[in-house]
């Protein structure tokens, strides 16, 4: 009887092969979310969310979402495949906005300016979007609530300035789409402290809540520091799962989401791991809640170190790395 090879014996090479973007048809959503869940582990919801997003976005309604969940959970992933099915998706890491006024380049609007004239149906995507809607007081005003204040009019469809003076223009946002990710980890921990029973005596019960167990609502979200104006523009809001253990193993190997498959293209070598730092890496993944960026970045220098010495030793490039 044939024995079936797993990922860390010496002969067994891992199938990892994301669906390409090209021959999508953007025109049947079952088709947008069966190429998101080839190229993204789990979030089965987000997905179909997304893919819907993208659908209506190209028959011309206008969509606006909220996605909350931990980090390394796909949240961003979702959109870089949305990008690759529509290049018309601007991914801005709202972190580092700031309003019209205040000292710095990166502006609200400042995006804007990779908006081709006449082409105004993009799909904006605000990462971090949390560390923006945070409350953040300078002389005693919020400036995270005046900046938001700001994204009223992109959400509102507007016509919005951006450039600097000598090439200031206006982008109308009428016909295009958003999505706001963030983590929100704050707000999850907080209320999974809240919810957290620990008590002494004969009668003692203990619940111990983890973060993002309970899913955030849009009334949490608005607690958190989201003004109103902007919730009430928002059609949806879209929790992420956390990954277990066993769910960081197996993406690591098979699963085509495996950032050993963007490393294998990148670095035009093919990748050999084994089932100790496999498991070395999914845990320290898991336990940093670091996510799958820290797994990928790991598995960067480790296939950086292995190149390197490749050269010292031989003088040449190598096409297997075995780690």
């Known amino acids: 009887m044939k024995t079936t090879k797993n990922f860390y014996d010496e002969d067994y090479i891992p199938h990892r092969t994301p669906i390409k973007a090209t021959g999508v048809n953007l025109n049947n959503p079952c088709e947008i979310y069966g190429y998101l869940m080839q190229n993204v582990y789990k979030q089965d919801a987000y997905c179909k969310k997304a893919a819907m997003l993208l659908f209506n976005h190209i028959k011309g309604r206008r969509s606006r979402i909220i996605v909350a969940g931990p980090p390394g959970s796909g949240k961003t992933l ?39 004239p006449s082409e105004d149906d993009y799909i904006i995507v605000f990462d971090e979007f949390d560390k923006l809607v945070a409350p953040s007081y300078s002389r005693g005003e919020n400036v995270s609530a005046s900046i938001q204040s700001e994204f009223l009019k992109l959400v509102e469809g507007d016509d919005v300035a951006c450039g600097l003076k000598e090439r200031r223009r206006y982008v109308s946002t009428a016909n295009m789409s958003f999505i706001f990710c963030g983590s929100f980890a704050v707000m999850a921990k907080e209320m999974a402290e809240k919810n957290s029973v620990k008590t002494i005596g004969f009668l003692a019960e203990e619940h111990i809540e983890n973060a993002f167990d309970k899913e955030l609502t849009m009334d949490d979200i608005i607690e958190f520091g989201l003004i109103p104006e902007i919730a009430s523009r928002c059609t949806d809001i879209i929790n992420v799962r956390p990954l277990t253990l066993k769910d960081y193993e197996f993406l690591l190997t098979d699963h085509p989401a495996s950032p ?12 050999k791991i084994t089932k100790k730092q496999l498991k070395a890496i999914a845990k320290e993944a898991y336990e940093s809640q670091l996510g799958v960026r820290y797994a990928a970045s790991k ?12 050269f010292e030793k031989t003088g040449e490039d190598i096409a297997f790395i075995s780690i």
């Open 260 to 271: 050993l498959s963007k490393i294998e293209e990148e670095y035009q070598v093919k990748i």
């Open 78 to 116: 979702v959109a870089e495949n949305i990008k690759k099915l529509w290049p018309k998706t601007i991914i801005v890491n709202a972190a580092t906005l700031t309003k019209e006024g205040f000292v710095g380049e990166n502006k609200v609007s400042t995006f804007l300016e990779q908006v081709k």
């Open 299 to 310: 598995l960067r220098r480790m296939v950086d170190s292995e190149i390197f010495s490749s």
